[in-house]
């Protein structure tokens, strides 16, 4: 069973960091498109980052640039978002999702792109 697991979420003030993961179990992600997204009470989910298939390129929202990194460890099947600077605003269910194999490179950042999508995990932002 093809399986997305988030984990890191929580509690943090502004400025303040966390480093979320992305566990993929039953499949590999070697070759797979992923992306981060949220979605806040009363919104629509939204796109964080995505990284390729297969040379680690990436896209950020422009409200994230320069704040959030998404990385990838294929040894561990992970994925992770680490967020630095953290607003209020930036509070929302989070969730990670892939798509793929895919052998050529693909950069997906956008929900109807993808197909496998965890659970989520809250991320809240407050002093």
């Known amino acids: 069973q093809l399986q997305l697991v988030e984990s890191g979420g929580g509690l943090v003030q502004p400025g303040g960091s966390l480093r979320l993961s992305c566990a993929a179990s039953?499949?590999?992600?070697?070759?797979?498109?992923i992306g981060w997204f949220r979605q806040a009470p009363g919104k629509e989910r939204e796109g964080v980052s995505c990284?390729?298939?297969?040379?680690?390129?990436?896209d950020y929202a422009d409200s994230v640039k320069g704040r959030f990194t998404i990385s990838r460890d294929n040894a561990k099947n992970t994925v992770y978002l680490q967020m630095n600077s953290l607003k209020p605003e930036d509070t929302a269910v989070y969730y990670c999702?892939?798509?793929?194999?895919?052998?050529?490179?693909?950069?997906?950042?956008?929900?109807?792109?993808?197909?496998?999508w965890g659970q989520g995990t809250q991320v809240t932002v407050s002093s």
């Open positions: 990284i390729s298939s297969t040379d680690g390129s990436t």
């Open positions: 039953g499949f590999t992600l070697d070759y797979y498109a």
């Open positions: 999702a892939a798509v793929g194999p895919y052998s050529d490179y693909v950069l997906f950042c956008f929900p109807e792109d993808y197909n496998y």
